[in-house]
């Protein structure tokens, strides 16, 4: 079955649809769309692009969680990012390989839950909100379209324990500041999974007392500790390097950044 | 004793803290394996085309690294400017290949030689990839780098001063390759549904004796000619970063600089396109085709008549009149259209903004 009915509800173990290119065209065509009216493309339009997947995950559950998670946070802002990565990676099961096309994503934007990206997103200008619906390029968190981006921010996250379970924390830590996404996920930096593990264990500070949060450090530290560490993987290539060494190298750069922003201000 | 190297300083590629030979490592696929069948030996061992194998569940290459005799001695002091009288052949240092798949979020890297130790020769290893992991394409780049820190009793006793810049700390980048490239599945990049994009060798194309293509400085060509039912855009291979940015963008540096180099290319493309179909539209044919004719217009017919709500079939009879009456005018019309649909300053804008940090 490759179509996809907008009046039926949502299920666990749904097929999934695939969205072809042609269908970016319906966003500019149909800008009411990306204003909020979610109505505004006509089903016969986008019909001839709906495509199968060949895969399922499950809908309602998701539908449910997300609908929650919206209740709960202030709209437009970046308060749900932490809890949707978890929510939707959870219960989209799929391989890297499989995630890896953008046209599934695009359906979960305008099939699905073109609600939520209105929750999650402002609209600025057609250009930029368009970006939240359909993925411009391989940059997760600049032009990665809302799930695409929460899932594969997930993905690269997230571990998975020794008894199957997967730990979602480092998750929920990577999307704690905007900063820390945006300056990461971005680059090519991100791909090497040690490098993310040992930026996210370097950067976030621990907190004193366990019924404290920890939180990422400042954004000052962020943005330089970053920059640095980045310039590094031309001296340093990252793949020759385990999670410890690059934990050092981190820890080292941080010392130094913290040092300096210290005596800038002193 | 230079303990750390100071990360912030600004370092180039060419630019490097420390002594290192880049481009020294003689880097190949020796032969790959689908599923455990028997290995083939590929046509090109530096560019491999699997999109033809479907359904794989596992790969395996062999991976060869060639090290050069000379580079060892030039990078390692244990075994270079050594006070020894036989100094060792083999030096702390590892070949690793690094391999990228862009499409899913995957770098990792493997270690070729054994027990942090190299010697000039051939070193080789197998790299397995899971069809779960690995999608469109997967590039393959070799490293040297230092496997072990160089002590400072090492360096005094092989009477190294203070001075000298050989790399001391593990994991420095000694020399790299020329990657592989490893297609796994076809991918098309641009969406345009009217336009086909590929790439291709001018020069290459040029040996043939008749050819379409224009000489091999040019970036890019429509083919309009070859078959008028299928325009093709080609970007000319022969200029490697315009073609690598363009397909395997890479980060926000390459995508907006992409977006660029789309701009500029589409910008002609369409006005081309755009004047030839005007050009050979027919109000009394019962079908409009080729496809991408009615496709174009309906593209631009808006930006073409600005406010006088034409359809496309209307806006294509306009400018064919006008394009016999005024030439001026009809190619203004057709310039403006074509920058009202790109929008190039919203590009340039967002690539100063966020490149350029304006």
């Known amino acids: ?266 | 004793m230079p303990s750390t190297i100071k990360l912030n300083r600004s370092l180039k590629y060419e630019t490097f803290p420390h002594h290192c030979e880049l481009g020294e490592l003689n880097f190949w696929i020796k032969e790959y394996s689908v599923d455990g069948d028997e290995a083939v030996q590929p046509e090109d061992d530096r560019r491999l085309d699997l999109t033809e194998y479907q359904g794989w569940s596992e790969i395996e290459f062999t991976l060869c690294v060639d090290v050069p005799d000379s580079l060892l001695g030039d990078v390692l002091p244990e075994i270079g400017e050594s006070t020894v009288v036989d100094p060792p052949d083999e030096g702390p240092a590892n070949v690793v290949v690094a391999g990228h798949c862009v499409s899913t979020y995957t770098r990792a890297g493997t270690v070729l030689n054994n027990g942090d130790e190299v010697s000039a020769g051939t070193v080789d290893d197998t790299l397995t990839i899971s069809e779960d992991d690995i999608a469109d394409r997967l590039v393959l780049r070799p490293y040297l780098l230092r496997s072990k820190p160089l002590k400072s009793e090492t360096e005094s006793s092989l009477g190294l001063g203070s001075g000298h810049d050989y790399a001391t700390e593990p994991g420095a980048l000694l020399s790299d390759g020329s990657e592989c490239r490893i297609e796994i599945t076809e991918h098309e990049p641009g969406s345009d549904d009217v336009l086909q994009v590929e790439r291709t060798s001018f020069e290459r194309e040029n040996e043939a004796d008749e050819t379409p293509f224009p000489p091999a400085d040019r970036m890019y060509y429509l083919d309009l000619k070859r078959d008028p039912n299928n325009p093709v855009l080609y970007f000319n291979e022969d200029h490697e970063q315009v073609v690598d940015i363009v397909w395997n963008g890479d980060g926000t540096y390459d995508d907006l600089t992409a977006e660029l180099i789309w701009d500029q290319v589409m910008t002609p493309v369409w006005a081309r396109m755009t004047q030839v179909a005007a050009d050979e539209y027919d109000p009394d044919a019962d079908e409009w085709t080729p496809e991408w004719h009615p496709a174009v217009f309906e593209m631009l017919s808006e930006y073409l008549y600005e406010g006088e709500d034409k359809s496309p079939p209307k806006a294509a009879e306009s400018l064919q009149k006008e394009l016999g009456e005024s030439p001026m005018a009809a190619t203004e019309r057709i310039d403006q259209a074509v920058q009202g649909l790109l929008e190039p300053a919203e590009q340039v804008s967002n690539h100063a903004q966020r490149v350029g940090d304006r």
């Open chain 1, 1 to 266: 079955m490759n179509d996809w009915d907008p009046n039926a509800d949502l299920e666990d173990g749904q097929e999934l649809v695939r969205l072809a290119d042609g269908a970016q065209s319906l966003l500019s065509k149909y800008d009411e769309f990306l204003r909020g009216n979610h109505d505004s493309i006509p089903h016969s339009e986008l019909k001839p692009h709906i495509q199968s997947a060949g895969l399922t995950a499950d809908l309602a559950t998701l539908e449910e969680e997300l609908r929650e998670l919206a209740a709960d946070t202030t709209p437009e802002t970046a308060q749900a990012d932490p809890e949707s990565a978890v929510i939707i990676h959870r219960n989209v099961d799929l391989s890297r390989a499989e995630a890896s096309d953008s046209g599934l994503w695009s359906a979960f934007a305008m099939l699905y839950y073109p609600w939520f990206v209105d929750h999650r997103w402002a609209f600025n200008s057609v250009s930029a909100m368009k970006e939240k619906f359909w993925t411009q390029a391989r940059a997760l968190d600049g032009k990665a379209s809302t799930f695409e981006r929460a899932w594969w921010i997930a993905e690269l996250t997230c571990e998975e324990k020794g008894d199957g379970s997967v730990d979602y924390e480092p998750t929920r830590r990577a999307l704690s500041k905007r900063r820390f996404s945006l300056l990461v996920f971005d680059t090519p930096m991100a791909r090497y999974e040690p490098a993310v593990r040992a930026l996210l264990k370097v950067l976030y500070d621990e907190p004193e007392d366990d019924d404290e949060d920890g939180e990422l450090a400042e954004n000052e530290v962020i943005d330089e500790t970053i920059k640095r560490f980045r310039k590094s993987g031309s001296v340093f290539p990252y793949e020759g390097q385990r999670k410890s060494d690059l934990e050092e190298t981190i820890r080292n750069i941080r010392s130094e950044v913290e040092k300096s922003i210290k005596a800038s201000k002193s």
